[in-house]
Each structure stands twice: as C-alpha cells, then as structure tokens.
C-alpha cells in the first residue's frame, strides 16, 4: 500500500496515521509501527491510515475529504499571545485542542 513504507535497516512496517474525533475534525497525525496503529486513538476517537492536513482536510464516511473554504476560514489557527513580552505565535488546531485538554486534565485534578 501506498501509506505504509519500510524504514532502512529496520525492516519493520511504519503506518501514516490520522486520529479524528466522530465529527470528522482531525486531532493529530503522524507515523508509528503498523501494529501499534490502533493504540493511537483514545478514547472517543478514531485512528486510520492515511496523510492528511487538519487545516485543508477532514474525515468523511471514513475517507479524507476537502474542506469546505468556510470550514478553513473557520478553522484557522489562533493567535495566542504567551510571554510578557507580547509576541504572537500560530499554533494548529491540534497543539491547540492539546493544551486545552491537557488545562481541562488539571482542573480535574488528574
């Protein structure tokens, strides 16, 4: 297949993967061993294989689709200010959807 490549001198199976929510967005993509494609997805979220761009892309009936131009106007990254010194940085819909899970994740105190 077309998604799968060997690494040199590994000989091992790598997967290009992508995790997305039941709303088709897309959380976080990337590579990993083909056996270990499944664990990518926690709970409530799904994992296939396949390359894909949260910002162009999301996942529909199981396959990546195009998004809409109001969809990608509307999914643009943030612009979120973190230092004293006032500097703005982007950052993707999933480094985003990460710190917040992760400021929810210590507000419950785990």
Do not use: W
Request: net charge positive.
């Amino acid at each position: 297949m077309g998604n799968k490549f060997v690494c040199s001198g590994d000989e091992k199976m790598i997967a290009k993967f992508i995790v997305y929510n039941s709303s088709g967005k897309i959380l976080r993509t990337g590579v990993c061993p083909e056996k270990l494609l499944q664990r990518q997805a926690h709970t409530g979220e799904f994992v296939m294989e396949g390359l894909a761009n949260d910002a162009k892309h999301k996942i529909h009936n199981k396959k990546i689709v195009n998004k809409t131009a109001e969809e990608i106007e509307k999914s643009k990254p943030k612009k979120v200010i973190l230092s004293h010194e006032q500097k703005e940085i982007t950052l993707t819909n999933g480094q985003y959807q990460d710190i917040i899970n992760r400021l929810d994740k210590l507000e419950k105190g785990k």
